[in-house]
């Protein structure tokens, strides 16, 4: 936490109790550093090893889906739809670190074998029931779309030349024609863009008013909403439009607060967001129906999270402890029922 003179004097004057707050950790048979993804019943485990092997477990049968060089690091993202799988594969994670990395791109159908090269590139993403990847070149700031379902329906939209090169644009896919997009010029400011394929045209639905200012989108996965998520040193704001109408844009948070951002609206309902309160940082979830926040962590120090096919898992301190989901029975080892559940003693001052 940030302390200024004034908040010392006041903190003098405040007496304050320690509440521990306990959190489960999150309880697995395979190493939870080596885990990808686990599905909410269990049933479907992906994990990597360190021969530089991806594998896959379903139904008690192990396979390997991709085999890297020893100590590749692997990324398995896997949309609400659960077709389609995207998987990406660096080789060099120890050796070369960079925001403008290029890494192996694949795609396979969900719980099943088979996986298909696509491309290098950064910031995959599934769109449209899974039918459609993005991804950003960033050596020549291209986003590129695949069509996974028909072969000849590729696209690419072009990112600003003066952009500067640590930036990487966010994308979601209203249809297949209109698609929205954050672009930032020379100045840092960054911009909402809105695309019809097919006339060609553009629409601005939003820019900052300087640098510094992380703009994040999320569009639900039945299309009915769209979400803007506005970070900055100056506060932060969070809009919403019905997909189908965007010039009904309109704010339904705001905070002076700089938040830590990370949308999530994968939960019809709801929104997972980290929120700065008094310069700390926490997970909170935004009931969208009645725009009410709920504190959901009291750590203090949340600086990401795993939504992982609707368990919200929290890294800490080199592990990983469950906010909202339930441990999965067939994965934990039976042979060690009280390390499976181990608890994590987080502290938070609470007023007397």
Known sequence: MKFYPLLLLVFFFNAYSITKVKLPEMATKQEVNNLRFISNDGAVTYYQ???????????????????????SQ????????KKKIIVTRDEDFYLTHSLRKDIDIYVGPYNSKGLEFIDKGISPKLHLDDSLLSYY???????????????????????????????????????????????????????????????????????????????????????????????????????QSAASD????????????????????SEKDQLY???SVEGDTDLFSYKLSSKTLKQLTHINRVTN?????????????GKYYLVKGENNIPFVDLLDKKNSKKDIGVYTKEKK
């Open 49 to 71: 090893r360190t021969n530089g092997f991806l594998n896959f477990s379903t139904n008690y049968e192990v396979s390997t889906l991709l085999k890297g060089k020893k100590n």
């Open 74 to 81: 692997y990324l398995v993202s896997v949309s609400p739809h």
């Open 137 to 239: 070149l960033p050596q020549i700031k291209t986003l590129k779309f695949k069509n996974l379902e028909l072969q000849g329906f590729d696209f690419k939209i072009s990112i600003s030349e003066n952009s500067p090169p640590y930036f990487t644009p966010d994308v979601v896919v209203l249809n297949k024609d209109e698609i929205i997009y954050t672009d930032q010029n020379q100045k840092g400011e960054t911009g909402v863009i809105l695309l019809n394929k097919g006339t060609k045209k553009t629409q601005v639905l939003l820019k900052t008013e300087g640098p510094f200012e992380n703009i994040e989108l999320c569009l639900h996965p039945e299309k009915k909403s769209l979400l803007i998520g506005r970070f900055s040193t100056f506060g932060s704001e969070i809009y």
């Open 246 to 265: 965007l010039s009904k844009l309109g704010s339904i948070y705001s905070s002076r607060e700089m938040d830590f951002g990370h949308l999530d609206c």
């Open 273 to 275: 967001f980290i929120k």
């Open 305 to 317: 999270y795993i939504n992982m096919d609707g368990k919200l898992i929290i890294p800490f301190r």
